[in-house]
């Protein structure tokens, strides 16, 4: 698990790497082992994404370790929407995206609950107004403008193209795949509130939401020139977060032309198990690194599905299989497995062996 090459202080290659493993502790140990034997330049920040704290604390005690780097310092740890937004702005110029979206869900929040009185007259938004009624406290809407806060900062993350069909005035819905389809009777007053939401917002900050920028940076650090933005980090680290979106993953890809980036995946399965429930076909991807079981037949009968596929496995969700999946499409091993003994750091699970694990045959 050892990294091979050691490096003192020169300048880190750009790239993306990803490295797999059934134990947090063991991506830990390279994380830290990458970072003791190639360590940043001075005063330049070490930047991790964590989906959490606690994740966040644990990755400082490994690093403060007389067994790691002996100190935990110079480190800033980011949630990936943050990191997302720091990324627009260091690609796209500090001085056109501000530091806080006005897109965000607390300023969402307060948007739609004054938005929400001078709706009650349009029959579009009944769903809406049926919810309303009988609201003397205001209770109600303030927890339809909470709810709805959420709602649109997930799409934001999620589904930025449906948020984008909307402000155009196409009422659908974008598939991943297939054609799109039309916005059900009863869901229309999500686009229209959303064209409200973005007329309500300042005309100089109406297209400078996750949605409205995501597609200027793709564009932006496909065809950047010229050395790695000052905001920019020269190594970015993606610690065990068991899912990321698309549209972060696609952000991490881009800056990866300009930075450092690693991913430290927690994956339970050293095999492609994308196919062990339903949309198999949407993530058979023809040159993934991590290839089937020798024992899964192909094709694989869906009546005999729990013949070959652990429960365990399913019961990771859909979500995480579908992060896994999307991996492979940005994944190029080739062009990093060097500079590591090991990118597949699965370890054998005694007592759980069966679950996640081909069964060892005994000879003889």
């Keep these: 698990m050892d990294t091979q090459n050691q490096n003192t202080g020169q300048e880190l290659s750009p790239g993306l790497s990803i490295i797999h493993s059934n134990h947090l502790e063991d991506l830990r140990q390279v994380a830290v082992r990458w970072i003791k034997t190639h360590p940043l330049q001075v005063l330049e920040t070490e930047q991790f994404i964590v989906q959490s704290n606690g994740m966040a604390q644990w990755l400082k005690l490994a690093l403060a370790a007389d067994d790691g780097c002996g100190i935990s310092a110079g480190i800033e740890m980011q949630l990936p929407g943050r990191y997302v937004w720091s990324a627009y702005r260091a690609v796209l110029g500090s001085d056109i995206i501000p530091e806080e979206s006005p897109y965000d869900k607390e300023r969402l929040m307060w948007r739609i609950f004054r938005l929400l009185p001078g709706l009650c007259t349009e029959s579009i938004f009944d769903p809406l107004n049926r919810f309303l009624e009988h609201d003397k406290d205001q209770r109600k ?58 007329a309500d917002v300042p005309e100089e900050y109406r297209t400078i939401g996750r949605s409205d920028l995501h597609h200027r940076f793709l564009e932006k650090a496909g065809t950047f020139n010229g050395p790695r933005p000052n905001e ?25 032309s300009l930075c450092q980036v690693l991913l430290f995946v927690h994956n339970p399965c050293r095999h492609f198990w994308a196919d062990i429930i339903e949309d198999r076909e949407l993530l058979r991807i023809e040159h993934a690194r991590h290839k089937a079981k020798a024992t899964m037949p192909e094709p694989l009968d869906p009546e005999l599905l729990h013949q070959h596929a652990n429960p365990l496995l399913a019961a990771w969700g859909k979500q995480g299989r579908d992060y896994i999946g999307m991996l492979y499409g940005y994944d190029e091993p080739e062009k990093y497995e060097t500079a590591f003994s090991q990118i597949d750091l699965f370890a054998d699970l005694r007592r759980i062996r069966t679950c996640f694990l081909p069964k060892k045959v005994s000879k003889g």
């Design 141 to 198: 809407r303030s927890q339809l403008a909470v709810h709805l806060a959420d709602l649109y900062d997930q799409y934001q993350v999620y589904r930025a193209d449906w948020l984008g069909d909307w402000a155009q005035g196409v009422d659908r819905l974008a598939r991943v795949a297939g054609q799109p389809v039309p916005l059900g009777e009863e869901q229309q007053w999500q686009a229209e509130l959303w064209r409200r939401i973005k």
């Design 232 to 256: 920019l980090p020269p190594r970015v680290i993606v610690f065990g977060i068991s899912s990321l979106p698309r549209q972060v993953l696609e952000t991490l890809h881009a800056v990866s």
